[in-house]
């Protein structure tokens, strides 16, 4: 079974500043990792796909990269909306999802 | 624009089974994955499982032994019924559409990702 770690699970950061959040799998996973934002409060939202497919409508500040075992999502220049948890997932060939712990993101 | 609304009861009791809706508006069931994720309070997701409009499934092996997951195409829902619930299946429950793209190259792989999601329901298992 593949786990999906992140780090840090919570940071702070000042508004403007350049954020990476990292997750890792304990396999590779070749690309079939996607990113979701959840604000406080609300229902999460996909931003990124196929580990660094954009999602139509996001702002171009996040990007992700990555493929294997080791994929990064960064924010790059910290917005006050971007405060939130940000969610990792991963799938299998089997259609079988996980999502990684999160990582909850403050502005300083 | 597709839209998707969870319904059912708020309150289950324990050992009872959890039964929840979700209903597809704005566009067809047809051609996609359909999921459903939950999130306990102040915690992570946990993927539930999924089905297709075709009616194949799958589901997280945690929960597989107590999940079952059903699609009614002629009235555009699917539904999510959880058997022998406990205080831990306290949670938000979400139902999101998976939607999936091919890649540009060769060899062909197929992205997956949760596209559109609803707001959610939340349920709390109590006597």
């Known amino acids: 079974d593949i786990q999906m770690t992140q780090s840090p699970s919570s940071l702070s950061a000042s508004v403007g500043d350049r954020v990476t959040i990292t997750c890792r799998a304990s396999?590779?996973?070749?690309?079939?990792l996607a990113w979701y934002q959840q604000k406080p409060g609300k229902v999460p939202k996909l931003l990124i796909y196929?580990?660094?497919t954009l999602q139509s409508g996001v702002p171009s500040r996040f990007s992700g990269s990555g493929s294997g075992t080791d994929f990064t999502l960064t924010i790059s220049s910290l917005q006050p909306e971007d405060v939130a948890t940000y969610y990792c997932q991963k799938y299998n060939s089997a259609l079988i999802f996980t999502f990684g712990p999160g990582t909850k993101v403050d502005i300083k | 624009q597709v839209q998707l609304q969870e319904s059912g009861p708020g309150l289950v009791k324990p050992s009872e089974t959890l039964s929840l809706t979700c209903t597809v508006s704005g566009g067809s069931i047809s051609s996609y994955y359909w999921s459903w994720i939950r999130q306990p309070p102040g915690k992570g997701l946990e993927w539930i499982g999924y089905i297709y409009y075709s009616g194949s499934t799958n589901y997280n092996p945690s929960l597989k032994s107590r999940v079952t997951i059903s699609v009614d195409t002629s009235k555009n829902q699917f539904s999510l019924k959880l058997s022998s619930v406990t205080a831990a299946d306290t949670a938000v429950y979400y139902c999101?559409?998976?939607?999936?793209?091919?890649?540009?190259?060769?060899?062909?792989?197929?992205?997956?990702?949760?596209?559109?999601w609803g707001k959610g329901t939340t349920v709390t298992v109590s006597s």
């Open positions: 999101a559409r998976v939607s999936f793209e091919s890649s540009s190259f060769p060899p062909y792989y197929y992205y997956y990702y949760m596209d559109v």
């Open positions: 396999q590779g996973i070749s690309n079939y």
């Open positions: 196929a580990a660094s």
